[in-house]
């Protein structure tokens, strides 16, 4: 069972994006959960390629964000270009964008959404737009592990931080995953780590939800720190005018925008990236109205900072 196991773990994680060093400072990967996709009858153990694309093709819906009735870029609209945010390091958060329209400012000019981000399971007819109310969460664990590997005791410490539905699941995934991390760190097929054990020294909960799931795990050093962002965002202020049952035209006047510093304590700058999209997201719902459509989002400034 243990071998059938592994085998299909192995199938079924691909690499979506890995920056990766011998010293093990970064690594970013994507891997994908053993289980149905939700809206479908496909099983994703017998049929990986054909969820992934059910899934795939549902999250491009969601993040497209509805119509826009602007025939000018978000950039041009969105303008501003200095932060409030003073000190830390600057980050590119353009691969962990969730609206195609949102950007980000970087001291290289401005980058454009390019997502290596994965999705999995989706929610279906839990309001308008799509999205669960109650859906998926970003989790953050810092963990320290040990095993055996080639006759000698072994030990790292790693900070994971995964999409799911409850934390339990969260923990119960990061275990698995782990195993098959510290198998492709030394070179050695899973199998050859013996003795696994994994302690949650400590857990993180991000304060949004979506009603789809990352299929991503980021695994980095552990270091405490957070992550702040400066966000000037766009959002449908009111709902498009409907007279008897037709759907009026979208205009321009019916978006607004605002400005705020977000504060994540994720220390994982890409689940810190997604959160805080949702938090945006909450805010611009209680701004305009349930239904609002994701926002489109000018990153002025994303930097992460580490406690002394």
């Not at 891997?31 to 149905?36: K, M």
């Not at 969730?98 to 839990?126: C, M, P, W």
């Not at 992550?227 to 049952?245: I, L, N, R, S």
Request: aromatic share 12%; charged share 25%; net charge positive.
């Amino acid at each position: 069972m243990k071998k059938i196991l592994t085998v299909c773990l192995k199938r079924l994680l691909p690499l979506v994006c890995v920056v990766y060093t011998l010293s093990g400072c970064i690594m970013v990967e994507a891997a994908v959960e053993i289980g149905g996709a939700v809206g479908e009858a496909v099983d994703a153990a017998k049929e990986p390629a054909r969820a992934k694309k059910l899934a795939a093709e549902r999250a491009q819906q969601y993040s497209q964000g509805g119509e826009s009735p602007f025939t000018n870029p978000a950039e041009e609209r969105l303008t501003r270009r200095t932060s409030t945010i003073a000190g830390g390091t600057p980050v590119d958060v353009s691969p962990y964008l969730v609206h195609r329209n949102s950007f980000t400012v970087t001291e290289d000019g401005i980058q454009h959404f390019r997502s290596a981000l994965d999705f999995a399971e989706v929610y279906h007819d839990k309001n308008s737009t799509g999205f669960a109310l109650n859906g998926f969460a970003m989790f953050e664990f810092d963990t320290a592990i040990t095993f055996e590997a080639d006759n000698q005791a072994r030990q790292m410490n790693a900070t994971a931080a995964v999409s799911a539905a409850s934390q339990s699941k969260a923990k119960d995934y990061v275990k698995k995953y782990m195993q098959q991390y510290a198998a492709r760190r030394l070179g050695l097929e899973p199998q050859a780590i013996k003795k696994f054990k994994i302690q949650f020294l400590k857990a993180r909960k991000g304060k949004s939800q979506f009603g789809f799931r990352f299929d991503n795990v980021f695994v980095h050093n552990t270091k405490p720190g957070y992550v702040q962002f400066d966000v000037e965002v766009e959002y449908q202020k009111k709902k498009t005018p409907a007279f008897m049952g037709f759907k009026g035209k979208l205009k321009p006047e019916l978006f607004s925008v605002f400005n705020q510093v977000y504060r994540s304590d994720f220390t994982t700058v890409e689940a810190a990236a997604i959160d805080v999209q949702g938090i945006i997201w909450k805010d611009a719902r209680k701004k305009g109205f349930k239904e609002t459509p994701l926002p489109i989002i000018n990153f002025v400034k994303a930097a992460s900072f580490t406690d002394k």
